[in-house]
T-cell receptor, first 114, second 116 residues
Framework: AQSVTQPDIHITVSEGASLELRCNYS??????LFWYVQSPGQGLQLLLK??????LVQGIKGFEAEFKRSQSSFNLRKPSVHWSDAAEYFC????????????FGTGTRLQVTL | EPEVTQTPSHQVTQMGQEVILRCVPI?????FYWYRQILGQKVEFLVS????????KSEIFDDQFSVERPDGSNFTLKIRSTKLEDSAMYFC??????????????FGPGTRLLVL
C-alpha cells in the first residue's frame, strides 16, 4: 500500500529565509508525486508534480521539489519565503494511471515570521 | 482559469439527518473524486467516479455514502443518517480522464460539514 510521511508537523521560518519541507513516500514502483498547498479557509492548490524525467521539478510561486528515488523522498524547497507562503503543505502520492487515488501525508503547517 | 466549485461552503446538520454536498467539476473533465479531511487529520480518499459509475472506493465509503452525477455539470455526495464522526471538510476533485497516464487532480475549496 502506498503511504506518505511528512515528519514535520509545524515549521516556522523568517521571511526571506530558505525553506525545505520533507516528504517521504512508500510505493512499490515509481510513483506520481504531488505537493498541494492549503491556505486558511481555502481548498487544495497544486504547487507542483512529478511524473517522470527530470528529478528537479519547478512549480508555482517559486517552489521546487526534488525526487530522490534512493531516499524515497520528494522534498519541497523555496529559496526565499514570503509572508504569504504561510499555509499548510501536503505531499501526496498516486499510482500511475487514470484516476488513481491520491494518498496524502498529514501535512506541514508553515508559519512565517516577519 | 477553470476551477472546481463546491456548495455549500459550510453546512451544519443534526445527527441522523441526510446531507447532500454539491460539486461542479471542471467542464471538460471526466473523472470525479471525493476526499475528506477530519480536523487535524490527513486528507483521505473516499471515492472516484467515471462514466456514471464508481471506479474505486475506500473502506470509509460504506452504504451510508452515495455519489451521483444528476446532470451534465453537478457531482454530488450524499451522506445518509449523519453521525458525529462525519464532521469534516469534504473536498471534490476532478481530472481530465482522457486515458493519459499523467493525471492531475484539481480540488475544489471544500465543504465544511458539522454534525451536531
Amino acid at each position: 500500500a502506498q503511504s506518505v510521511t511528512q515528519p514535520d508537523i509545524h515549521i516556522t521560518v523568517s521571511e526571506g529565509a530558505s525553506l525545505e519541507l520533507r516528504c517521504n513516500y512508500s510505493y512499490g514502483a515509481t510513483p506520481y508525486l504531488f505537493w498541494y498547498v492549503q491556505s486558511p479557509g481555502q481548498g487544495l492548490q497544486l504547487l507542483l508534480k512529478y511524473f517522470s524525467g527530470d528529478t528537479l521539478v519547478q512549480g508555482i510561486k517559486g517552489f521546487e521539489a526534488e525526487f530522490k528515488r534512493s531516499q524515497s523522498s520528494f522534498n519541497l524547497r523555496k529559496p526565499s519565503v514570503h509572508w504569504s507562503d504561510a499555509a499548510e503543505y501536503f505531499c501526496a502520492v498516486g499510482a500511475p494511471g487514470t484516476a488513481s487515488k491520491l494518498t496524502f501525508g498529514t501535512g506541514t503547517r508553515l508559519q512565517v515570521t516577519l | 482559469e477553470p476551477e472546481v466549485t463546491q456548495t455549500p461552503s459550510h453546512q451544519v446538520t443534526q445527527m441522523g439527518q441526510e446531507v447532500i454536498l454539491r460539486c461542479v467539476p471542471i467542464s471538460n473533465h471526466l473523472y470525479f473524486y471525493w476526499y475528506r479531511q477530519i480536523l487535524g487529520q490527513k486528507v483521505e480518499f473516499l471515492v472516484s467516479f467515471y462514466n456514471n459509475e464508481i471506479s474505486e472506493k475506500s473502506e470509509i465509503f460504506d452504504d451510508q455514502f452515495s455519489v451521483e452525477r444528476p446532470d451534465g455539470s453537478n457531482f454530488t455526495l450524499k451522506i445518509r443518517s449523519t453521525k458525529l464522526e462525519d464532521s469534516a471538510m469534504y473536498f471534490c476533485a476532478s481530472s481530465v480522464g482522457d486515458g493519459r497516464l499523467q493525471e492531475t487532480q484539481y480540488f475544489g475549496p471544500g465543504t465544511r460539514l458539522l454534525v451536531l
